[in-house]
């Protein structure tokens, strides 16, 4: 009996070291990930797309700001390459067709992992981008997720100038995410003034009524369609 009972003890202290183990071993996994590892996460899934192309469709609601809808043809390559073929004037914020983070991330910046959360299963985790340099004075919020390691939204605050939000929704082309719709909210100060409409004397219609700017309060939609991924694209496409 005295036997029995010394094995039963070493068995239930064998379980019990098993699931130390096992407990520190999801406590290790599941530790957020360093914020530059994040970041490297996400760009090495957008690394893997050497070009694109796609057509595009912006629409523009911005007060004072008066531009049609408008369709263009979107090229992309790596690691640099960007070039929006368009009739007349667009607004293309380029973050919004290449969610890439690079030109956000300089050398002289602080990024800090602010939160970790939960949303439909998938993690995301929200990071901030912080200048070194007082004089800049531009926080950057990213929320990327985990799951697919995809840029999610951006949040760009300015001090004395406002903000401006960047929501991403994705669809799966040849096994890649890609931007379906973006859309840029705008909550500027000091943005653009009231504008004339042409006249003989201001043919053009951007004589304004009074000096001082009013601020950018609107949104630009971006939706995509047609993507043609890493199918090649020649060099003299980008060029000017």
């Known amino acids: 009996m005295i036997l029995i009972h010394r094995l039963r003890s070493k068995i239930k202290l064998a379980d019990a070291l098993i699931i130390c183990l096992l407990l520190f071993e999801n406590t290790l996994t599941g530790q957020p990930l360093e914020p530059r590892a994040i970041i490297d996460k996400m760009q090495s899934q957008l690394g893997k797309i050497t070009d694109y192309a796609v057509i595009a469709k912006t629409v523009v609601d911005i007060p004072n700001l008066r531009m049609p809808n408008k369709t263009i ?35 002289n910046v602080d990024i800090t992992l602010r939160n970790t959360l939960i949303e439909n299963k998938q993690t995301i985790y929200v990071l901030e981008i912080t200048p070194r340099e007082e004089k800049f004075n531009i926080a950057t919020t990213l ?59 201001y043919p053009v219609g951007f004589m304004p009524y009074d000096n001082k700017p009013k601020d950018i309060t609107g949104k630009v939609t971006i939706s995509f369609h047609g993507y043609k991924v890493n199918q090649g694209i020649d060099d003299s496409v980008f060029d000017n």
Request: aromatic fraction near 14%; avoid cysteine.
């Open 73 to 107: 043809t979107v090229f992309y390559k790596r690691p640099d390459k960007f070039s929006v073929k368009t009739s007349g004037f667009a607004i293309v914020p380029k973050v919004g067709f290449m969610p890439s983070v690079t030109d956000l991330i300089k050398d």
């Open 143 to 201: 929320w990327i997720n985990a799951n697919r390691w995809t840029l999610e939204k951006v949040l760009i605050s300015a001090k004395d100038f406002g903000e401006s939000v960047i929501n991403f929704n994705y669809v799966k082309i040849n096994g890649f995410w890609l931007p379906d719709t973006t859309t840029v909210f705008l909550n500027m100060k000091q943005g653009i003034p009231d504008m004339q409409r042409p006249s003989v004397e």
